[in-house]
């Protein structure tokens, strides 16, 4: 049996949905980020983040909203995209901009490492001084 194919028996002329994998995909790209820094930002593996993006597994919510935060949308945008959608894919100062916040919050923590570690040392160099 030969189907003709008419607009009559077409289910549906929309695009299809994009997953929640390829919507992740889509913001990183958008936001100038690469997988292997936003799997240390999310404190999971490179290869964890990836099976993400290629809808082999899904984030735990912790991990999700996370994520949403990084990218600049909100969590239901990332499963529904509904909701607040954040950076303009048009504008690339977003993606930079986020980038650069998400740099500055990691010098941030670098610092207040720097000074614990500079504590540590003024403690041992007090002890080796009085041996």
């Given at each position: 049996?030969?189907?003709?194919?008419?607009?009559?028996?077409?289910?549906s002329?929309?695009?299809?949905?994009?997953?929640?994998?390829?919507?992740?995909?889509?913001?990183?790209?958008?936001?100038?980020?690469?997988?292997?820094?936003?799997?240390?930002?999310?404190?999971?593996?490179?290869?964890?983040?990836?099976?993400?993006?290629?809808?082999?597994?899904?984030?735990?919510?912790?991990?999700?909203?996370?994520?949403?935060?990084?990218?600049?949308?909100?969590?239901?945008?990332?499963?529904?995209?509904?909701?607040?959608?954040?950076?303009?894919?048009?504008?690339?100062?977003?993606g930079?901009?986020?980038?650069?916040?998400?740099?500055?919050?990691?010098?941030?923590?670098?610092?207040?490492?720097?000074?614990?570690?500079?504590?540590?040392?003024?403690?041992?160099?007090?002890?080796?001084?009085?041996?």
């Amino acid at each position: 049996m030969h189907i003709k194919n008419t607009e009559n028996n077409v289910v549906s002329t929309s695009k299809p949905e994009m997953t929640l994998g390829g919507r992740i995909a889509q913001l990183r790209i958008e936001g100038g980020f690469d997988s292997l820094e936003l799997s240390k930002q999310l404190g999971v593996k490179c290869e964890t983040y990836e099976s993400w993006e290629l809808d082999r597994s899904e984030p735990r919510i912790n991990k999700l909203v996370a994520l949403a935060a990084i990218l600049g949308v909100s969590p239901t945008y990332l499963l529904a995209e509904e909701g607040h959608r954040g950076v303009d894919a048009k504008n690339n100062n977003s993606g930079r901009k986020i980038k650069l916040l998400t740099l500055q919050r990691k010098i941030q923590h670098l610092e207040a490492q720097l000074k614990d570690n500079l504590k540590q040392l003024k403690k041992i160099a007090r002890v080796i001084n009085n041996l």
